[in-house]
C-alpha cells in the first residue's frame, strides 16, 4: 500500500543530543517537505526538495540539516536538540504528474527536548 | 506572494447543527485551494481542492466548499455537524502555474462538536 511513514512517532530526548527524524515514502514521488507545526500555529515550511540531491530551505529558518540521497528518503537531523526545537514536524511529499500541487502528508513526529 | 486567513481559531457547534469555516485567501495568480483535516496526533488529512473546474467542490465526510473569487473566499461548510468531525482544518493556497509546488497555510480553526 503506498503511504508516506514518519519515525519515530514520539521523542523524548535530552539537550545537546543528535537526532535524525526519518520520513520515507513509497509512492515514488519527487518532491518531499518537512514542516514545523506548533500546538494552535500554522504549518511551517522548513526544508523541501524536488528531487535526489536536490535541498533547500524553507521560510522558516530552521537549525535542522536534510539530505536526499534516495527517492524515497528524506530525512531530518538535529546535530545538538535543545529545548526550542519542541514541537511537532510532518514530513509531506507529492507526486510527479499528481498535479494540483496535492500534498500527502506522514503522521508526524512529536519531538520534545528536555 | 500568497497568504490564508482563518477567521475563528475555535469554533464550537452543537451536534446536527451546520459547520462553516472560514479562509479567505490571496494570491497574484490563479489558485489551487485545499481543505485539510487533523486530528490529534496525526498528520494532515486532504478533504477537498479547488482546481478551477468547479467552484462548488465536494469532499470527504460530507463537507464541501464553494470558492468565491470575487470574494477571495474558499469556506467549508457541512450541513449537519457529528461528533467525529472534531478536529483541527487547516486551509491552504498554492499557486496553479508550474513550479508552484508549495502550500501556503491558515494557522487553522479547531472545531468542537457538542453532544
Known amino acids: 500500500e503506498a503511504d508516506i511513514y514518519q519515525t519515530p512517532r514520539y521523542l523524548v530526548i535530552g539537550t545537546g543530543k543528535k537526532i535524525t527524524l526519518e520520513c520515507s515514502q513509497t509512492m515514488g514521488h519527487d518532491k518531499m517537505y518537512w514542516y514545523q507545526q506548533d500546538p494552535g500555529m500554522e504549518l511551517h515550511l522548513i526544508h523541501y526538495s524536488y528531487g535526489v540531491n536536490s535541498t533547500e530551505k524553507g521560510d522558516l529558518s530552521s537549525e535542522s540539516t536534510v539530505s536526499r540521497i534516495r527517492t524515497e528518503h528524506f530525512p531530518l537531523t538535529l546535530e545538538s536538540a535543545r529545548p526550542s526545537h519542541t514541537s511537532q514536524y510532518l514530513c509531506?511529499?507529492?507526486?510527479?504528474?499528481?498535479?494540483?500541487?496535492?500534498?500527502?502528508f506522514g503522521p508526524g513526529t512529536r519531538l520534545t527536548v528536555l | 506572494a500568497q497568504s490564508v486567513t482563518q477567521l475563528g481559531s475555535h469554533v464550537s457547534v452543537s451536534e446536527g447543527a451546520l459547520v462553516l469555516l472560514r479562509c479567505n485567501y490571496s494570491?497574484?495568480?490563479?489558485?489551487?485551494l485545499f481543505w485539510y483535516v487533523q486530528y490529534p496526533n496525526q498528520g494532515l488529512q486532504l478533504l477537498l481542492k479547488y482546481t478551477s473546474a468547479a467552484t462548488l467542490v465536494k469532499g470527504i465526510n460530507g463537507f464541501e466548499a464553494e470558492f468565491k473569487k470575487s470574494e477571495t473566499s474558499f469556506h467549508l461548510t457541512k450541513p449537519s455537524a457529528h461528533m467525529s468531525d472534531a478536529a483541527e482544518y487547516f486551509c491552504a493556497v498554492s499557486g496553479s502555474g508550474a513550479g508552484s509546488y508549495q502550500l501556503t497555510f491558515g494557522k487553522g480553526t479547531k472545531l468542537s462538536v457538542i453532544p
Open positions: 509531506a511529499s507529492i507526486g510527479l504528474g499528481a498535479g494540483y500541487n496535492e500534498q500527502f
Open positions: 494570491s497574484s495568480v490563479p489558485p489551487y
